[in-house]
Nanobody, 123 residues
């Protein structure tokens, strides 16, 4: 199993930036593909970005492409999400997730989840 803990959320003005981190513990971090998802009030959890085991492949939702960057540091067992040019519609609880599948983008593909970190973007 792998345990995940997110950090880095907060309140930011539109156009600003935040960097989320996800610290992993447990089994070998590099054995898992990782993803970021978000859930706004009253909405379903949605895919944001994903990265393969060693970071060679990355995938993004159209809504964040060009603004967000997912990365990982396997030596530090940490996943990152750099969020630039933030918009009010990016407001949500952000979750990191892990899967032993080489790469995945569906909520149902991920079996391990963090507790989430709140991101609020004011207009």
């Amino acid at each position: 199993q792998v345990q995940l803990v997110e950090s880095g959320g907060g309140l930011v003005q539109a156009g600003g930036s935040l960097r989320l981190s996800c610290a992993a513990s447990g089994r070998t971090f590099s054995s898992y593909a990782m993803g970021w998802f978000r859930q706004a009030p009253g909405k379903e959890r949605e895919f944001v970005a994903a990265i393969s085991w060693i970071g060679g492949s990355t995938y993004y939702a159209d809504s964040v492409k060009g603004r967000f960057t997912i990365s990982r540091d396997n030596a530090k067992n940490t996943l990152y999400l750099q969020m630039n040019s933030l918009k009010p519609e990016d407001t949500a609880v952000y979750y990191c997730a892990a899967t032993p599948i080489h790469v995945a983008t569906l909520v149902s593909d991920f079996g391990y989840w963090g507790q989430g970190t709140q991101v609020t973007v004011s207009s």
